[in-house]
């Protein structure tokens, strides 16, 4: 696939994601998929898809009202990458705003997300999650 199919990929899975589709997003990662979230925080690291869902889930869901709306702003695409600016809006129970800003950068092979690191403020998932 060329970076224009790889980018199409990338804006389908948003889509999906945007329907409440978890099925979509994570169906267009390969099994074998490698997700990092840099950092020191509670999410910080780097897993499989099965091991990522179950953090995302342990960590963040039981403090936020509601699911987390990510927005794409902004696509890159070049050979197997995809680089994306994103938007994340949300209320956690304690009634305040959590709304980090991303870079998610796909490597794409096969057809299918091989890797994914979500740069994102780690500082703003520090104060609303913990250490």
Not at 85 to 93: A, F, H, L, S, W
Not at 95 to 106: A, H, K, L
Request: charged fraction near 20%; proline fraction near 3%; hydrophobic fraction near 40%.
């Amino acid at each position: 696939m060329g970076a224009a199919q790889n980018k199409a990929l990338v804006r389908q899975m948003f889509a999906e994601l945007a329907t409440g589709n978890a099925h979509g997003w994570f169906g267009a990662m390969a099994d074998d998929v490698r997700i990092t979230v840099p950092g020191t925080t509670k999410i910080s690291g780097t897993y499989s898809k099965a091991e990522y869902i179950d953090k995302a889930v342990r960590v963040t869901f039981p403090h936020l009202q509601g699911g987390l709306t990510l927005t794409p702003e902004t696509f890159i695409a070049e050979g197997d990458y995809v680089a994306v600016q994103v938007r994340g809006q949300c209320m956690t129970k304690a009634g305040q705003p959590y709304n980090n800003t991303y870079c998610m950068v796909f490597r794409i092979a096969n057809g299918k997300v091989q890797e994914l690191i979500e740069y994102c403020d780690t500082e703003l998932i520090t104060a609303a999650f913990g250490k």
